[in-house]
């Protein structure tokens, strides 16, 4: 009798060993994928303190994971986007930040992360980096202001040409229309 239930409680202890392992390896797994991805993790607590940040976070805050877990450490923001707040209570913005290779620009998506008992634990923000996409936007816009501008000027410009030629035609077809109303003299 003892030795069946010592032999349930090693299967038992052996399956617990297995579920812990398989855990363990699932975390560093998702540690792996986090640590992988390119764009910005952050995590912070209800009180603003950092949590967790990957590698790619500690790159542009220039500071070591060892010195912001725990801080309340902010990225330098040089420039607000707009902000929009999507139906599940995410909030989307962009935001011109201050890096190691200059200003670059990051569209963040920022959320609760809830506990298991459904109250607020941490604010988790993503940011990837679209310095490529705002700067082509902008440059977009600005040839399409200026290509705008230039139409208006091309505008201006016939509208007075026109006008300007139009006055002496009319003269000159006036006389003309006169000139074949009349015998003409040796003079005329």
């Known amino acids: 009798m003892m030795r069946r239930k010592l032999r349930k409680i090693a299967l038992h202890n052996e399956t ?13 797994r ?8 390119g764009d910005l993790i952050v995590l912070r607590e209800a009180e603003g303190r ?19 877990i725990g801080s309340r450490a902010r990225l330098k923001v040089l420039e607000q986007g707009d902000t929009a707040l999507e139906s599940d209570g995410t ?25 298991d008992a459904g109250g607020a ?10 310095t490529d996409r705002t700067e082509s936007e902008r440059a977009l816009t600005e040839a399409r202001d200026q290509a705008d501008a230039a139409s208006r000027a091309k505008s201006r410009f016939l509208a007075m040409a026109s006008h300007e030629i139009r006055t002496p035609l009319n003269g ?3 006389m ?4 074949m109303d009349t015998p003409l003299t040796p003079e005329q």
């Not at 060993?17 to 560093?28: I, T, Y």
């Not at 935001?95 to 506990?115: H, N, T, Y």
């Not at 634990?121 to 679209?130: F, I, L, T, W, Y």
């Open 91 to 115: 909030r989307v913005h962009d935001q011109k930040i201050s890096g190691p290779l200059g200003p670059r620009w990051i569209a963040w998506r920022e959320g609760l992360v809830r506990d």
């Open 172 to 174: 000159i077809i006036g």
């Open 30 to 37: 998702a540690r792996r994928l986090f640590e992988a991805q």
């Open 176 to 179: 003309s229309g006169l000139l």
């Open 121 to 130: 634990a941490e604010m988790q923000s993503v940011g990837r980096d679209v």
């Open 16 to 28: 617990m060993a297995d579920r812990n392992w398989e855990l363990q390896e699932a975390e560093q």
């Open 50 to 68: 950092i949590s967790y940040a990957n590698d790619a976070y500690c790159e542009l805050a220039q500071s070591p994971r060892s010195a912001l």
